[in-house]
């Protein structure tokens, strides 16, 4: 009666533990890496992306917290626009440690003869300078002797522009002044924000010399501080200290940084690139799952036989999937492992070859967030591409071993394995999508993803059943690749998911692209002034209008005040307890510019409230940028507190306006009633803008006019300005296509992996067409036909469905217009024609050589 | 003989293909007594091997009912299926199918394995070596030859003491002195454990081995009788 002691046993049967199953998993893992390449290859390569993207955050902002006392200039910072400080901030300075107080503004340097000018960004030093790093000279000598007396330290790309050398003399505002060096390096450079032209130097007493700085000049002057050692040195306590003596100066209208976060902007740049960088190599991860689900349904169908095996001697259906999981856990490890250390070594090679490229010398210090983030990532994305496959290795009935079923791992996994899917998916969104700052371009991004993934998984399935409904093809070549596209176990699904996705996301890049060029170049020369005019003093403009359009007639210029000041309070409440998203801090972070009008300003529309009278004479009120105000929670009649010159105005939201900022009027967020600010000193701000067809020397000549007349009013080119900005532009476009090429590459693995799970088939197809008379040129004609069918509609159906996801990114994200681009067709059926040639070729070069004899035998 | 340990009741099984539904087995009732030793003979598509895996549980019938060990398999679920074929048989190829990834031992242990027995591996060295194979237990199947590989498979079917053997066509890749070998091998244990032993075979002289040759042609049973004794003597 032991048969039916065990038999009774059925409902609740002992059972092999953990251990065994990762054992007999590890046992099946002497298989190798058969099969398992393709898989490894496309989880190292997404993980490598996040890791690297991630380490290199890491790096920069490490570089930028242990350099970030040179890059400042000291341990703490306080800056303000246009007014030095006064006798009592400078002692509260003093009372925490040495303090070296700078000026940067633009001015125009001009030759003694006043024969040629250029735009140049001054910085007025004191002996102190630089608390912290080496500022150097081209050729070595003191930096501090070589400014002092009437010394000027010059950038030499200035010094080619005028023709000058070491001992020439040069003019700056109203003195003349002696080059006494050239410079070589400048500790605290990247903190004076974007700037438009190479460097001056010189000292505070010559600036005075200069007769430049004025009330109302577009000034900023910066305070550095070095602490005594052993003072404030943890991030806290600066953070305490920089607040506690801004508390002391409650209108000072100072912005203040530290050591630990020395450019915030930069921060905040540098986040916000790799958050979008980290969501490319995601995509190319999910791109990569396709060639993980390929490999691991691959994989499974090798094992069928031992995995019937199994169930023929006592394995349930768990039993089976824990020891494929294990082994697939393996192989996810070993990718993971893989990309980890190829992504971490990422930032070192950056460094070695394009360091100089970067804004700092970055620290190889990569954090276990960064890590585990895209371990974490690998580990999701694989394990959610292969439950599929691996739950149907449970449906393999033990009659394998007798029968040779066609839908062997037919059906689907069980409901337990499907929720886990939706778990791992929902998990992977929620990371992606918290962090990620604004969380919609994550949420946009995995949606757009989603669709593509189904768009071409279905269109797969679609091109084979139309191949298969299709007439018979008269042409052999026709008619076998055809046929080769309608078989169930062909490479249609996976060429077109693989070919398709990878297109699509170059579609949008290079669509997005596009469009980010066309609006910084496309519509300016209709639109745009061809100068910008600084610090105008305002008794001067007449005269200065005057001269223009006697050396250039036709010439219309628009002026408007310009002041610089800073929001303190939002409705009463100081800005340092607000909180509000990142595409908003921005706005309260700095100094922002301001202007008054009594009419509606250039450029601009009132969308609600109503503009002030032309003679208004009461309490201050301000016309505010409808979009910023929404954000910022302000409506008509609310109150804006803002500090101009050190002393804080509070004004009433009176009006909000539309403005249209690509027309590079003089645009302003907040314009006010001209009582309030009228008798604050200030200067003007004036765009020019020059008739069409006005001849080059006309305009050298207006310009060459102003520097000699105007001497403190700088000119700025727009066409130089927008050429400077697109360069950085640019610097950053190539990370993006580079984080993008990635992604191409992930659908080349997969699309390689598909060619490799399929070629014995083919083989034997091309040996057994071949024993029947076929000849090589017939096989080769048939394949070709075949790819270039398959990478035909993919790339057509990519540029469709890349366009329109594009066009979502670009008006909905990037809120831009959006611009088709030929190039990117162009640009994607040649990378289509170029993948399919190579893989395809390949793939097809090895079927035609390979020997008949030895295939027909292992059959 | 005692009670059935197999016992099939109007058993149908019809495949679908392409074509149309293939009627693979029609109305078979038979039933096997514990300890009996029976030969499912007939030509090739006459449904012997359907017929072995269908007591086996690995195939499931169309219609009728198959009762084995007293639990009747068809409202057994796969996992159940599984179970009880590790608890009750053992199953022989042709193919051997064991797992290449694994040695002899391994291959052998795994059953128990699988079942959380702690002696898997006392046990499958001493099958090993009762079916002569102690020095190719660390070897891969890749390693052994034809008639070693089938007696690692027996070694594996009788690893967890199963009251009913099956085996299908066992020495069909095997060479006539090999094939010999194994059936005296297998024959000999299965009298040492007093197992049923279900046996399909092209071979008459095997079938002439068993207690009882069931016949087939066509999907049915066309005769069921007792082997010959003059054929067990010569065969013996």
Redesign the interface.
Known sequence: M???A??E??SH?????VW?II??GF?????GFDGFRIFIACLALGVMVIAAVGALGDALRAGLTTQGETILGGDLVFARMHIRGTAQDLDAFRRLGTVSETATMRTMARRADGSDQALAELKAVDASYPLSGVATLQGGGSFIDAVSGDGVIADAMLLDRLGLKVGDDMRIGEAQLRITGILDSEPDAIVDRLTYGPRIFMSLATLDKTQLVKPGTLIRWRYAIKLPAGAASDRKALADLRKSTSEKMPDGGYTSADRFDPSPQISRALDRLRQFLILIGLASLLVGGVGIANAVSTFIDKRM??I????????????IMGIFLVQLLAMSAIGIAIGLALGVAVPSIIDAFYGDLLPVRIRVDVSLQSLGLAGLYGAIVALLFALWPLGRAE?V???V???DSVNATGGWPRRALIVLMVVLATVLVGIAVSTSEPRSIAAYVIAGLVVMLAVFGWLGGAIARLARRLPRQKRPALSLALRNIASPDGLTRSVVLSLGTGLSLLVVVALANAALVADLQGRLPAEAPDYFLLDIPPGDFDGLRARITQDAPGTSLVEAPMLRGRIVAIKGTPVEELKFSSDTQWVLNGDRGLSYSDSIPEGSTVTSGTWWPKDYDGPPLVSFEGEIAKKLGLGLGDSVTINVLGRNIEAKVANLREVKWESLALNFIMVFSPKTLRAAPHNLLATVRLPHDTPSDVETKMVRDIGRSYPSVSAIRVRDAIDQFSKIFAKVMVAVQVAGSVTLTAGALVLAGALVTAQRRRILEAVILKTIGARRRQILAAHAVEYALLAAIAAVVAIALGSAVAWVAVTRVMELDFVFSLNAVFLTLGVAAVMIAVFGGIGTWSILRAPAVSYLRSE | MSDPIIKLDDVHLTLTSRAGPVRILRGISLSIPRGQTAAIVGPSGSGKTSLLMMMAGMERATSGRITVSGRELGPLSEDGLSVLRGAEMGIVFQSFHLVPTMTALENVALPKELAGEADAFETAAALLAEVGLTARVDHFPAELSGGEQQRVAIARALSRSPHIIFADEPTGNLDGRTGKQIIDLLFGLRERRNATLVIVTHDNKLAAMTDRVIRMADGSVVADEAAEPAMRAVSS
């Open positions: 032991t048969a039916l065990g038999v046993s059925l049967p002992r059972r092999a533990g065994t054992r007999l046992r099946e893992l002497r298989n036989k031992v019937a095996t199994l169930r023929s001697i006592g394995a349930s259906g768990s039993q449906n009935s033990a009659t071993l007798f029968r």
